[in-house]
């Protein structure tokens, strides 16, 4: 009886929706998303990048340009200036312009694909508000994917999540006039941690 | 990196029209510059890198110190506005990315081995091969000019264009 009880308690807990497991208090919608990061048309976003991938590590410059309206370049070189990929997103359009071989896998490329389109995207429908402390939490969907915007009041963390476990945590620090001077991107389901220092002047 | 063109500014810029050379005068600077060249042991410079992507606004500047020492060690070590410095030795190149090392067997990487044979032919005076490259020599006011044309028809991610300009003072070496 007593390891049924336990059981129950497991799955009860096991299965609870990820706001439920961490606390989220619903509250009424108030706003939609505005993501600023890469929102400016007339400024060249550079990173000094470093990407972490199972057991190795590499670094190179990361440079997003918002070409338009929902329309953005994205290119990572390695520090001495050679291409590694090249990528456009243009609305619901996603185009590899250039990519490395080594790197030309799919599995890889949509992890990427689906990583940026966050950074990039920056106006998503808040389809639940949550708050916990001085935090409001924004859920939303983008290709059909489950994100929590953290805002205090500026983007601070997204995460994606399934319904009961987070896969990706995206944290925004040293904001600075729009710009996030750091952010990392830190897979749980794979061993992959994108690292990204501006240095744009 | 079609259309990506490097930069490398080993010493300054002169402002005023540039004018072909003539024959001669090529032939000579090319003699003069191999004669320096060949009696050459260390050379140590500051450069600037300046990368063009035709979406940006404005060129991604970086900049750093170049170090040589014959026959061919290349130290590329760029100081701002990140550090991360690459030490070309024999077939491996060592990486130093802001205090992590790591190191890259060239030898099976094409690109870092052109990189590492147009750095090392250009500072030692090597690079006037005209099977490689299509060469033409400007001046410019007291300024000698170098430009190296490469063919790049497939393959995106060589070097289009190299340009090397220096002072016939300084003469490539500063």
């Known amino acids: ?201 | 990196m079609r259309k990506l063109v490097y930069i490398l500014f080993f010493t300054v810029f002169a402002t005023q029209a540039q004018t072909q050379m003539s024959t001669q005068e090529a032939a000579a600077l090319k003699t003069k510059v191999k004669a320096l060249a060949s009696t050459t042991q260390t050379i140590s410079s500051d450069f600037i890198q300046y990368k063009h992507l035709d979406f940006l606004d404005n060129d991604i500047e970086t900049s750093g110190k170049l170090a040589f020492k014959a026959p061919d060690l290349v130290k590329w070590e760029y100081l701002d506005p990140f550090k991360y410095a690459v030490l070309f030795k024999d077939e491996t190149l060592f990486i130093n990315d802001e205090g992590n090392k790591s190191n890259v067997d060239i030898g099976s990487n094409k690109m870092f081995k052109q990189l590492n044979k147009l750095i090392i032919s250009s500072v030692k005076g090597d690079m006037f091969d005209e099977a490689e490259f299509t060469i033409e020599y400007f001046h410019k006011d007291k300024t000698a000019w170098f430009i190296l044309c490469r063919e790049t028809k497939n393959s995106p991610n060589t070097f289009k264009l190299f340009i090397l300009h220096s002072t016939q003072k300084e003469m490539l070496l500063k």
Do not use: W
């Open chain 1, 1 to 201: 009886m007593r390891y049924l009880l336990i059981s129950i308690c497991f799955i009860f807990f096991g299965c609870a929706s990820f706001p439920k497991k961490n606390n989220f208090v619903a509250t009424t919608v108030t706003s939609n998303i505005s993501n600023p990061y890469f929102a400016n048309p007339n400024q060249d976003y550079i990173y000094k990048a470093n990407i972490e991938v199972y057991d190795n590590a590499f670094g190179g410059i990361f440079i997003v340009k918002k070409i338009g309206d929902q329309h953005h370049r994205i290119v990572f070189t390695t520090e001495m200036g050679n291409k590694l990929f090249d990528f456009t997103f243009n609305k619901d359009d996603f185009t590899v312009n250039y990519i490395l071989d080594d790197l030309n896998k799919k599995i890889l490329i949509n992890v990427l694909k689906k990583d940026f389109k966050v950074l990039i995207t920056e106006h998503l429908i808040a389809e639940k508000t949550y708050a916990i402390a001085y935090k409001i939490i924004k859920k939303t969907s983008l290709d059909n994917k489950t994100y929590y915007y953290f805002e205090s009041p500026e983007i601070r963390k997204i995460i994606r999540a399934n319904s009961h476990k987070e896969k990706v945590r995206f944290l925004f620090t040293n904001l600075n006039d729009n710009i996030a001077q750091h952010i990392e991107i830190i897979h749980s389901n794979i061993k992959l941690k994108i690292n990204l220092k501006s240095i744009t002047k």
